[in-house]
């Protein structure tokens, strides 16, 4: 079986959940004797069209096409958000050469919606996995441009801070004297996906046409993968189809030879993940800033995209900070052995996590987790003793938690060993692969 993993980014220039979850599908196919490759988005800097060509290269002997472009060149960048005709005409000429017979999309940002369309036109058995929320919010997080959260759209006009505020997407200069007639258009196209007329309206015309053709595009998708129970209710409730729609929870997978790990030390924690305002570690910094006299240290696993202002500010504000301590990026195989020894691992996250390998790892382990009292962290950890939920972004409230942990006033948490395993989800995926073909 030859597989095509569609992703919005890839290792090695971008490390993350997604990208390796991809990696590892693609792994195990390439085990059970398929063929894989991957296609991925990459941002251009230039402004002419003509350098966007696809380049073909290659990662852990697993072929990949790198697909440039630079959405401010767009003719209509807010459509193109979701909806990049340029990324459907490359999709569709790796379709010809490569001829897959089962191509899943792990993440469908940046390459857009579009990119499923040849696969939709030629039949070809399809799977999409929804990793976040990008399929209705184009921030991906759900987290308005103001730090709140949302929803989900329930305005035609909803999301338009927001991709403002994300992509710089400008109004006409005429919107005060077509802002009532914008409405009515815009309503009727969020019901109904059509909208007239685009040329007058432009950019503001995409908005409204942004989910109902995320939906269209899904509808015809062979099978969806959701990762939690909380991620399907919330984009059943905004309109994702559910008819095809399976649960299949993230697995973690321990090392065959781990590394004998030292007892955890009372108030050494930890954080793993990347450096962006909604994994909300600045949180927890305001937390030990409040609290100078707590006698805790935080390791920092992890970067920021290049030239990151979020990732400079918080270097900047804990410069001198003793109690802190930047450890950089730390590759996979390496993550058991390393949260072993910390008293907990603090995931202060302000958007709906969604079934991280990260906290599964460390309940597997047995190390105690403290996190966010939102969307599947509180289903992960609800329930489970010793580990600690916390209001997300309280700078106080973490303050607090952290001191009863340093202090011993919660129980030692029991390692958990009915997990998914890694092998459990990829077999099912692979199963899945299966049904749809036929």
Same mark, same amino acid.
């Given at each position: ?72 060149? +767009?003719?209509?960048?807010? $459509? ?71 929803? /989900?759209? $329930? ?5 338009? &801070? ?9 109004? &006409? ?12 258009? +815009? ?6 996906g059509r909208v007239w007329p685009m040329d007058v309206l432009g950019d503001l015309a995409a908005f409204p046409l942004r989910l109902p053709y995320l ?27 559910? $008819? ?22 009372? /108030? ?9 305002p909604h994994k909300g570690l600045h949180v927890v910094l305001e937390a030990l800033a409040r609290d100078p006299g707590l006698d805790v240290t935080l ?140």
């Open positions: 079986m030859k597989i095509l993993y569609l992703v919005h980014q890839f290792l090695p220039c971008h490390i993350g959940g997604t990208e390796l979850y991809t990696l590892g599908l693609a792994t195990h196919a390439q085990q059970r004797g398929h063929q894989a490759e991957v296609a991925t988005f990459v941002e251009s800097a230039s402004g002419d069209v003509a350098d966007f060509q696809p380049t073909a290269t290659r990662h852990a002997d697993l072929p990949v096409t790198e697909i440039p472009y630079n959405l401010s060149v +767009a003719p209509r960048p807010a $459509r193109y958000e979701y909806d990049n005709p340029f990324v459907a005409r490359q999709v569709e000429g790796i379709l010809e050469r490569y001829r897959p017979d089962v191509v899943h999309a792990t993440h469908l940002m940046k390459l857009s919606g579009a990119s499923l369309e040849p696969a939709i036109r030629r039949r070809l058995p399809l799977v999409v996995t929804l990793t976040d929320f990008w399929s209705v919010c184009g921030r991906h997080t759900l987290l308005r441009s103001d730090g709140r959260l949302c929803g /989900g759209p $329930r305005h035609p006009f909803d999301c338009l &801070p927001c991709m403002r505020a994300t992509h710089g997407f400008t109004r &006409p200069r005429f919107w005060p004297w077509v802002r009532p007639l914008s409405r009515r258009l +815009a309503s009727r196209a969020f019901r109904t939906r269209r595009m899904l509808r015809a998708v062979d099978r969806i993968i959701v990762l939690s129970e909380f991620q399907r209710r919330l984009l059943v409730a905004n309109g994702v189809p559910e $008819r095809r729609m399976e649960v299949v929870p993230h697995g973690t997978e321990l090392p065959a030879r781990a590394t004998p790990t030292p007892a955890p030390e009372p /108030g050494k924690f930890a954080y793993v993940g990347s450096l962006a390791d920092v696993y992890g970067d920021g995209p290049p030239a990151s202002d979020y990732a400079a500010s918080l270097r900047q504000r804990t410069a001198g900070e003793r109690r802190i301590v930047w450890r950089g990026r730390i590759d996979p195989p390496d993550l058991a052995s390393a949260i072993g020894g910390y008293a907990g691992l603090v995931v202060p996250a302000l958007w709906y996590e969604n079934n991280p390998l990260i906290v599964q790892l460390a309940l597997t382990l047995g190390v105690r987790v403290i996190a966010s009292r939102l969307g599947t962290l509180e289903e992960m950890l609800v329930g489970r003793p010793g580990h600690v939920l916390v209001a997300p972004g309280e700078a106080r409230a973490w303050a607090e938690a952290l001191r009863r942990v340093a202090e011993g006033a919660w129980p030692s948490p029991i390692p958990v060993r009915d997990l998914p395993t890694w092998g459990s989800h990829a077999q099912r995926v692979m199963e899945i692969y299966a049904e749809v073909r036929a």
